[in-house]
């Protein structure tokens, strides 16, 4: 079958041949890959930032952001069978058992020995089928399947929304955005689904795309520096914006990083004296996979497939090499 990944031996972006996945065994179910979404990690990996292969390989098969449809499932597999829609999580429990992964948290891994699909020494979704254990993969709604691809970026919204919702002392109302990327606008979508008064931040004009598609779903757009809100998530990349997400928080507000760089500098004595919380969020718990898949049926089914652009996975040098332009998601395919 056909794979898009990383030739670590000569650093290249390519697709090739691979294996197929043998036949299920116990509780391990085999699914065709109807749609892979490219992000910002996966054009960090393709830059060779961050990542690598499975043990004893240098090819890496790319792909985190997946859905597919189930075509075989193992002895003892008992949720899931030939026809349903599932999406896989990420992370898998590492090997050195942490306390966190035994208790179902691999998201909060302590060890250096987690794994995760398609980044980090593990072989991901960008190809035509793959095999996982049943406990991996995530149902979802056959009515949902054409947008699923973005439960997992999802997934990242759910596990920060919690944390900031439990660490603010009082009924937070108001949140801030930085970002109108996909994790941005996603974010802002949850939070108002949630009811809270959103506003995005980010430096594209209101004419543009992105701000046109919040405003028409009541979020305000904001491209000049907003007011000060209770809650602020930050979805940009930079680490200048990380510190502007501080700036942004009301007494006693809650900040999460989601994708800042660099480094960023914090006005000690503001966080104290206003006692101001950050922290810092990555992957997602089955849980918040669980949760949104949930959520992405209760968002308007016509503003959640908008978000999306479908390109034929022989796109994915242009697709990986540079960002989507006024695209907010593009997904790949495999045609039957």
């Not at 597999?77 to 035994?102: E, M, N, Q, T």
């Not at 909060?108 to 593990?122: H, V």
Request: hydrophobic share 45%; aromatic share 6%; net charge neutral.
């Amino acid at each position: 079958m056909r794979a898009v990944g990383l030739d670590f031996a000569r650093r290249l972006l390519a697709d090739r041949d691979v294996a197929p996945p043998p036949a299920p065994g116990p509780g391990e179910v085999v699914f065709r890959i109807r749609g892979v979404g490219v992000c910002g990690t996966d054009r960090e990996l393709a830059a060779f930032e961050i990542g690598y292969p499975p043990p004893g390989a240098s090819w890496l098969t790319l792909g985190h952001e997946a859905v597919g449809e189930v075509v075989a499932a193992g002895d003892g597999v008992a949720a899931l069978a030939p026809g349903d829609w599932v999406v896989p999580l990420v992370r898998r429990s590492c090997r050195a058992g942490c306390r966190w992964c035994a208790a179902g948290r691999r998201d909060l891994c302590e060890s250096a020995t987690c794994a995760e699909r398609g980044i980090y020494g593990l072989d991901g979704y960008f190809c035509e089928f793959a095999l996982d254990r049943a406990e991996d993969l995530v149902r979802v709604a056959p009515e949902l399947a054409d947008v699923a691809v973005l439960v997992e970026p999802l997934s990242v919204i759910e596990k920060a929304v919690e944390r900031l919702t439990a660490t603010h002392p009082g009924e937070p109302r108001t949140v801030l955005v930085l970002g109108a990327g996909p994790i941005g606008i996603l974010a802002a979508l949850v939070l108002q689904l949630r009811g809270f008064e959103v506003t995005v931040h980010s430096l594209e004009p209101v004419s543009h795309p992105r701000a046109r598609l919040l405003t028409s779903s009541g979020v305000l757009y904001c491209p000049r520096l907003p007011a000060k809100a209770d809650l602020v998530i930050e979805a940009t990349g930079s680490g200048q914006a990380a510190a502007l997400a501080v700036d942004r928080l009301s007494p006693n507000g809650v900040c999460c990083l989601l994708g800042a760089r660099g480094e960023a500098r914090f006005p000690a004595l503001r966080l104290i004296v206003e006692n101001l919380a950050v922290f810092g969020s990555v992957n997602a718990s089955p849980a918040a996979f669980r949760l949104a898949a949930q959520d992405l049926g209760r968002l308007d089914r016509k503003l959640a497939a908008s978000l999306l652009r479908r390109v034929s996975w022989r796109a994915y040098g242009e697709s990986i090499r540079t960002t989507p332009g006024d695209s907010i998601k593009l997904v790949h395919v495999f045609a039957d």
